[in-house]
């Protein structure tokens, strides 16, 4: 085999090990169920086996999830509706090195933040979303089509609007008074 092609390989592996969770985290929020969620994540890696790193430099990761949106909302136009799917136990997304105390606590926090979220409209869930997986305003812009100043403003909204949750806010006074 050549170089280029193990270089190549390891790019697309590294890339699958790096953001196969939080994109699968990600299309679960498109997708009917979590079969369908891995679908869309193995399109997109799909996807990236015809690019080559270098038109993908330092553009990854915004590249992977606007693959994903894109994706889902073409088979949502198909089907004529998209659905969002209920929060996705914990389990199946948590880390393996957390101690059974500390995958308890994360999966409740996270359960109460993912309540939280399903209030809020929309638009702020998805901004919010991409920023909480290390996108920045820029790199959200180019994955919705909205403008930069635009996406600061929604994550500031979004934030804002869960910090005044009551379960937020209680936790937030629980973690605070322990």
Known sequence: MEP????????????IQ??????????????ADE????????FVFLKLC???PAELDGRLQPW????CRNRARELGRKERRMETLA?????????????PYEAVEQHETQACLDEAMHT???????VLDLWSHGLCYREISDIVGRDAGHIRVQVHRAI?????????KAMINDTVTT
């Open 4 to 15: 280029a092609n193990d270089a190549r390989r390891r790019w697309v592996m590294e890339a």
């Open 35 to 42: 079969h369908a969620a891995r679908d869309l994540v193995q």
């Open 50 to 52: 015809d690019q080559s």
């Open 87 to 99: 929060p996705v136990a914990e389990a199946n997304c948590a880390s393996h090195d957390l101690s």
């Open 64 to 67: 992977l999830f606007a693959v």
């Open 160 to 168: 804002q609007k869960l910090r005044h949750h009551p379960k937020v």
């Open 18 to 31: 790096q953001y196969e969770s939080p994109l699968l985290r990600y299309a679960l929020r498109f997708a």
């Open 120 to 126: 809020l409209p929309e638009d702020l869930q998805e």
